[in-house]
């Protein structure tokens, strides 16, 4: 059985995912401050690792991490709609710039979504 990790060209499309994104948050005036400087390149492997073994890929996220507990690892940041929406807005520009079949595209993306929508921790 292929996972979706195989069938999508495995660590080469997700380290291109979040090579994109990670060069949108770099410039994005609501991401940006989220991020210390020297944490961005840290930040983009621990993301590439979390998707990758959520995917199906290498288990390496869970080895050096533990278990993702996404909410809570996510909890002393301020992510309101705003965020959310910035977030959404430079990960759907990554996704577009994949070549990755329309199937493979929307499951990835239905699933961003809606992590970014349960990772909203603010009111508005």
């Known amino acids: 059985m292929t996972t979706f990790f195989e069938r999508v ?6 380290e291109d995912l979040v090579s994109q994104f990670y060069a949108r948050v770099a410039v994005d005036p ?24 959520y995917w199906g890929g290498p288990s390496t996220y869970s080895e ?3 278990h993702p507990r996404l909410r809570m ?12 929406d910035a977030w959404i ?12 079949a329309p199937d493979a595209k929307e499951e990835l993306w239905q699933y961003l979504e809606m992590a970014a929508n349960s990772l909203v ?4």
Do not use: W
């Open 64 to 66: 050096v991490r533990g």
């Open 73 to 84: 690892r996510h909890a002393g940041f301020h992510i309101d709609s705003a965020a959310r």
């Open 89 to 100: 807005s430079c990960m759907k520009q990554a996704l577009d710039g994949l070549d990755l």
């Open 30 to 53: 609501i991401l940006k401050p989220m991020y210390p400087d020297s944490d961005l390149k840290a930040a983009a492997k621990r993301l590439q690792m979390f998707l990758e073994q």
């Open 121 to 124: 921790n603010q009111p508005d």
């Open 9 to 14: 060209g495995g660590s080469a499309t997700f």
